[in-house]
T-cell receptor, first 109, second 115 residues
Framework: KNEVEQSPQNLTAQEGEFITINCSYS?????LHWLQQHPGGGIVSLFM???GKKKHGRLIATINIQEKHSSLHITASHPRDSAVYIC???????????FGTGTRLQVFP | DSGVTQTPKHLITATGQRVTLRCSPR?????VYWYQQSLDQGLQFLIQ???????AKGNILERFSAQQFPDLHSELNLSSLELGDSALYFC??????????????FGPGTRLTVL
């Protein structure tokens, strides 16, 4: 079993829909990252969380440390949000990031 | 544009060969990370340098090596290449090199194809 699991693996949505991507992890962590990988391959860091909730534009990330779970929400989705969203965690005893396998999102007009 | 540059963008080579991938971090960033992204294994951390010194090591094969130079650019050397080494190789940089406080900025990647 992977230490970081994401669901769903694939997601399609109509423009304007509210989207949720989930990340569960099995190790103790000190931080969780959400990354976005565009169809061309480029990777952008969206959020880094150690507790609570962060918001940036239409994106909201939450984390529940006790339940070892994080969610990434996209409000009013747009075709330009189409990308792979990757969750990564930093475990307590290492400075390395452990990555989930990603969620591929396609938003249709 | 993240400010991190990687060269070359594409590299096609044969099994058994050796290649060098280069990364220049954002101005002011002291830490460089190398990642491998293959179709079957997703993103994997390879190695991290901070101000010229190795800080953390991940799933890096013995055939691979890296270094960070005094001007803070980094090179990843891959030798005795195998078909399974075909992947996207990303470099990222951050200011302090701690993954619980630092945002990492990713380069555009080098796509390596081993034939």
């Amino acid at each position: 079993k992977n230490e970081v699991e994401q669901s769903p693996q694939n997601l399609t949505a109509q423009e304007g829909e509210f989207i949720t991507i989930n990340c569960s992890y099995s190790v103790g962590i000190s931080a969780l990252h959400w990354l976005q990988q565009h169809p061309g391959g480029g990777i952008v860091s969206l959020f880094m969380l150690s507790s609570g909730k962060k918001k940036h534009g239409r994106l909201i990330a939450t984390i529940n440390i006790q339940e070892k779970h994080s969610s990434l929400h996209i409000t009013a989705s747009h075709p330009r949000d189409s990308a792979v969203y990757i969750c990564a965690v930093r475990s307590y005893n290492t400075d390395k990031l452990i990555f989930g396998t990603g969620t591929r999102l396609q938003v249709f007009p | 544009d993240s400010g991190v540059t990687q060269t070359p963008k594409h590299l096609i080579t044969a099994t058994g060969q050796r290649v060098t991938l280069r990364c220049s971090p954002r101005s002011g960033d002291l830490s460089v990370y190398w990642y491998q992204q293959s179709l079957d294994q997703g993103l994997q951390f390879l190695i991290q340098y901070y101000n010229g010194e190795e800080r953390a090591k991940g799933n890096i094969l013995e055939r691979f090596s890296a270094q960070q130079f005094p001007d803070l650019h980094s090179e990843l050397n891959l030798s005795s290449l195998e078909l399974g080494d075909s992947a996207l190789y990303f470099c990222a940089s951050s200011v302090f090199g701690t993954t619980d406080t630092d945002t990492q900025y990713f380069g555009p990647g080098t796509r390596l194809t081993v034939l």
